[in-house]
């Protein structure tokens, strides 16, 4: 399902290995939240080394300060966020773990690349998808972004904030 939605930039079939192996790096922070929430019946804050979860109401209001990929000085943005996700993919170029996806050897390239994703969603929305899509993000760039930002059923539930290897923030 997930190969589909992100152009097949994340399979989690890693076939370059020998026998073919799974690849539950880009999904298992998220897909463990999914699997938290519904115990979560009061305000919490769950991190899996950046991935975020928060489940509660204003007592778990956090800010999230997004700086430079690069230079963690220079601020863009701050985000006040009460409930939902906040999940973060860095390309190579920054020491991220991302392999080139099988569907590169066969068909369509990554456009515009991303050096670094930040995505929001709602509590509601699915920590593993919202996982995959960050690093499919990265591997697949500004192509499989402007894809995800197409389906109509996730539309309003999620949003994102990037930059460009060159520095530029979107």
Do not use: C
């Not at 000085?73 to 409930?83: D, F, M, N």
């Not at 991303?114 to 920590?127: D, H, T, Y």
């Amino acid at each position: 399902l997930y190969k589909e939605e992100t152009l097949d930039f994340f399979d989690i079939l890693h076939r370059q290995q020998t026998p073919p192996q799974r690849d539950f790096g880009g999904v298992w922070q998220g897909h463990a939240i999914d699997r938290l929430k519904p115990f979560l019946l009061g305000p919490f804050v769950i991190d899996f080394a950046g991935d975020i979860f928060l489940s509660g109401p204003e007592a778990t209001e956090r800010e999230f300060i997004l700086t430079d990929p690069v230079l963690d000085e220079l601020k863009y943005e701050t985000i006040r966020l009460q409930r939902g996700f906040v999940m973060t993919s860095g390309s190579r170029r920054l020491g991220g773990k991302v392999r080139g996806p099988d569907a590169l050897k066969d068909q369509k390239a990554a456009t515009g690349e991303v050096l670094k994703v930040v995505l929001f969603a709602s509590p509601e929305f699915s920590g593993a998808r919202l996982d995959a899509w960050s690093t499919a993000i990265v591997a697949g760039g500004t192509k499989v972004l402007r894809h995800l930002e197409s389906l109509e059923k996730y539309r309003g539930q999620w949003e994102y904030f990037y930059f460009e290897p060159n520095g530029t923030p979107h």
